[in-house]
């Protein structure tokens, strides 16, 4: 006899994800090509809590190997990178009349996300991660990596977006 009672099966498991995947993404899509207003002064917020929270798992529970730790360095360095790239991928005007900043997430920019979180759902089952498989590491130091991934990834989109509206206004308000 395979599994309990109360074991879910791997495939309803995988139909569940799909499903809230799909759902989400078909939320996230409506917005995509929208222009909604941006608030520059607030951009440090999402990646100030998200960086709070990074340092809280680091203190809490630090990597245990050295390996993990450099692991984390380099997931921190791809995420800036990827963070950066997406947020050239997000459309800024400013309205020179106004000085309002606007924004609007390009079809490519979704995408980006969408092939992201396709690659880490499919990291899942994958064989070879866990503590017997190829890296030889704990779901923690899996999870501390995918923590300074993320950081990165919010941290510099924000940056970039950062710097780009303020450049912007200041062309805006040149001319």
């Known amino acids: ?3 309990s009672a109360g074991a879910p099966k791997p495939l ?12 989400v993404l078909g939320l996230r899509m409506r917005s995509v090509g929208r222009e909604r207003p941006l608030k520059v ?11 709070a929270v990074a340092v809280a798992f680091f203190v809490m529970t630090p990597p245990a190997r050295p390996l993990e730790w ?11 990178a990827v963070g950066w790239q997406r947020g050239r991928l997000i459309h800024i005007a400013v309205d020179p009349a106004t000085e309002a900043v606007r924004m609007k997430q390009s079809m490519l920019g979704f995408l980006f996300i969408v092939v992201l979180v396709a690659l880490k759902m499919g ?8 503590n ?3 890296l ?6 899996l999870t501390d990596i995918l923590v300074a991934l993320m950081l990165g990834l919010l941290g510099m989109q924000r940056v970039e977006m950062f710097l780009r509206a303020r450049r912007l206004l200041a062309e805006a308000r040149q001319s």
Request: proline share 6%; glycine share 14%.
């Open 136 to 141: 030889h590491m704990s779901p923690q130091g």
């Open 123 to 130: 990291m899942r089952s994958m064989p070879g991660f866990g």
């Open 41 to 51: 002064g607030r951009l440090w917020i999402i990646p100030a809590i998200y960086l």
């Open 70 to 80: 450099g692991l984390s360095l380099i997931a921190l360095a791809l995420g800036a």
């Open 1 to 3: 006899m395979q599994g």
């Open 132 to 134: 017997n498989g190829l």
């Open 12 to 23: 309803v498991t995988y139909v569940i994800m799909a499903v809230v995947l799909v759902i």
